[in-house]
C-alpha cells in the first residue's frame, strides 16, 4: 500500500493552483466534477504521490461543511490499494467504522472507498484502487 493522494479543501481551485505550482512544480490535472460528492477536484504531481485539491460545488456537500467549520485545510489521506473492497473489509474486520459500506466510483474514473475518522485518530481515509 502507498499514499496515493493527499486531499486539501479548499475555497477556490485556482487560488490553490497559484500557490502550489510554483512550488511543488509542475500544473494541475484538468479540473473534474465529482457530482456524487459535490465537489470540483483538481490533481497535482508530488512525486509518487498527488495533492488533490477539493472546491465545493454546493455548500451543503461534504467539503462546504467541512470548509464552514474547520477552514481550509488537509482533509483526507488516500492509500492507493489492489482491491478497495478488501480494503474497507479489513477496516471493518478490525472494528473500524466505514463512511463508505462498498466502493464507489470517485475522482479519475477511480474505484473509491472511505473509512471514518474515528477509526484512525481523526484522520478520513480513503482508499483508491489502482489506475488500470
Known amino acids: 500500500m502507498q499514499v496515493d493522494h493527499l486531499g486539501i479543501a479548499v475555497r477556490s481551485l485556482a487560488d490553490a493552483l497559484g500557490r502550489y505550482e510554483p512550488v511543488v512544480g509542475g500544473h494541475g490535472s484538468p479540473p473534474e466534477n465529482v457530482e456524487s460528492q459535490g465537489v470540483r477536484v483538481t490533481f497535482l504531481e508530488a512525486g509518487e504521490s498527488h495533492l488533490e485539491f477539493l472546491e465545493p460545488l454546493r455548500p451543503d456537500s461534504a467539503v462546504g461543511r467541512f470548509l464552514e ?12 490499494v489492489p482491491d478497495v473492497a478488501k480494503a ?6 478490525h472494528g473500524g467504522r466505514l463512511i463508505d459500506e462498498a466502493p464507489r466510483i470517485g475522482a479519475r474514473g477511480r474505484t473509491v472507498g472511505f473509512a471514518h475518522p474515528a477509526s484512525f485518530h481523526g484522520v478520513l481515509v ?3 484502487g489502482a489506475p488500470k
Open 88 to 93: 474497507l473489509d479489513n477496516v471493518r474486520s
Open 126 to 128: 480513503e482508499f483508491v
Open 69 to 80: 467549520k474547520r477552514g481550509e485545510g488537509i482533509h483526507h489521506l488516500a492509500f492507493r
